[in-house]
């Protein structure tokens, strides 16, 4: 993510000036996106698989996939990269750190969730609202600019899928926020955290997401790692009492992801995420939030952190995206590969759901997609994309063949000395007897090329 302009000392007040009043339309000649399954493969702003409202499996679409836009990346993203300046320039964005600018990209915002149909957004609490000069007046502008979101809301019946804090753009934040060496800066962490958990309440968020992108190393040689991620744990238990203490009642999700910007990331992927939980007894208060590209740049499989962290009970949200897996960063691509959607959905049907969770598009148009229409051909497309992996995941759990090629590669744990095994009542000497009874185990096939045939037949 590099959608953050770093902080200027220019004060950021409403100047008052003109067009927050009324609702603008900043998307002409674009109506709210239809469900046209026969449109022809060059119509590319219709939904041809997402028909909201159809039941399937007992839930309708919206409820299956709770889609959600992400702020920072669509109404912040400039498609500047370390090599390039911006190249996307939007109609009702000056470019400037005015609370004026800031609540024309709201109204931009919701009009675009309504037309799209997205019934979710996501936000960092600096994508929305200006940095003044001191914490206070910081705080006063998140107040005033999620007044006017909460309106929007409102009109427009979208909610508030999670919130977050930016720890990570800010110069104070170099050396991490929570995991900083300095307490003053983790203090000043834990002061924006509180003000994030306030904002969520106040907003009914569904979730607050942690994502530690500073919270890890450069180098281990001037790192105190037992104080940093005790420190980190510190805070996390402050979250937790004062989330009770104001009664916000959102899930809390911590997001892995293994570097970038850091060289190594406290979080690194969902395992890591869950060991430390469970180390210093956090695993009740949190779960996760999955996002493929940072799975995929921890050097895994796609569906791998989805699929772990639901094993665990512990899935709770997913940032759904992807990356370029020749390139080794995070690209933020929409996720337009409708065998990953599949491997997705076919978790999220397994577990019985996401919510409070959804699928944030935590995802970026490319920096060459300039034109207007390309921010709802990306999301579109990434929706159908998930559409389809829903209706395939709904298919391969009805007809239920994947499921029974798997339960028979196990079937030995279902009686005999397997299924004491399984219930963890069998002993070493125990295992010793069998095999000197039954000798050598047959080499039994793992058929991994009719796993993948099979998966074919329904993507
Ligand atoms: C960064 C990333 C973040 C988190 C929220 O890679 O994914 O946008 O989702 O801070
Ligand atoms: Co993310």
């Known amino acids: 993510m590099s959608a953050f302009a770093p902080p200027k000392s220019k004060k950021a007040r409403d100047t008052g000036a003109s067009s927050n009043g009324n609702q603008k ?15 022809g493969a060059d119509e590319v702003m219709v939904f041809k698989h997402y028909n909201a409202t159809e039941v399937i499996s007992g839930r309708t679409m919206a409820e299956w996939l709770r889609f959600s836009v992400c702020f920072w990346h669509t109404f912040r993203g400039v498609g500047s990269d370390p090599f390039g300046f911006p190249t996307i320039k939007r109609p009702w964005d000056d470019g400037s750190d005015s609370m004026e600018n800031a609540k024309r990209r709201l109204r931009a915002a919701f009009e675009f969730f309504s037309k799209l149909g997205i019934k979710y957004w996501t936000f960092h609490d600096r994508d929305i609202s200006p940095e003044g000069e001191t914490l206070e007046e910081t705080n006063r502008n998140l107040d005033e600019i999620t007044d006017l979101a909460l309106e929007l809301m409102e009109q427009t019946g979208v909610k508030l899928l999670w919130n977050t804090c930016n720890l990570f753009a800010n110069p104070r934040y170099m050396n991490g926020a929570m995991t900083n060496p300095d307490a003053h800066v983790v203090a000043y962490a834990a002061a924006q955290i509180k003000k994030g958990l306030e904002i969520g309440k106040k907003m009914n968020a569904e979730n607050f997401v942690f ?8 180098t281990i040689l001037n790192t105190d790692i037992r104080s940093e991620l005790q420190n980190m744990a510190n805070i996390l238990k402050m979250v937790v009492e004062y989330k009770e203490k104001i009664g916000f009642k959102g899930q809390l999700l911590i997001e892995p992801k293994p570097k970038e910007p850091a060289r190594h990331q406290y979080d690194y992927d969902a395992m890591t995420v869950i060991a430390f939980l469970r180390t210093y007894a956090l695993q009740e208060h949190f779960k996760i939030n999955v996002e493929p590209n940072h799975t995929t740049l921890a050097g895994h499989p796609y569906e791998h952190d989805v699929v772990m962290a639901s094993v665990c009970g512990m899935l709770g949200s997913i940032d759904s995206n992807t990356g370029s897996p020749d390139l080794g960063w995070d690209t933020d691509q929409f996720p337009m590969d409708v065998k990953n959607c599949t491997m997705v959905m076919k978790t999220v049907l397994e577990q019985g759901g996401l919510a409070p969770g959804g699928l944030n598009f935590d995802a970026k148009v490319r920096r060459e997609s ?16 998930f559409a389809r992996g ?24 279902e009686s005999g000395l397997g ?3 399984a219930k963890g009542v069998s002993s070493l000497e125990e295992c010793e007897d069998y095999v000197k009874q039954n000798g050598e185990p047959e080499l039994v096939s ?3 090329e009719k796993y993948e045939s099979v998966l074919n037949h329904y993507v």
């Open 370 to 385: 300039t034109h207007l229409n390309d921010m709802f051909i990306a999301h579109i497309g990434a929706m159908d994309s």
């Open 419 to 421: 299924a004491k095994i």
């Open 211 to 218: 994502w530690g992108g500073r919270e890890g190393y450069f």
């Open 446 to 448: 793992g058929h991994q």
């Open 25 to 39: 339309d900043y998307f002409k000649g674009i109506g709210n996106i239809q469900y046209k399954p026969d449109a």
């Open 390 to 413: 829903l209706r395939s995941a709904v298919k391969i759990k009805e007809e239920g063949i994947l499921a029974n090629m798997v339960q028979q590669r196990y079937a030995s744990f």
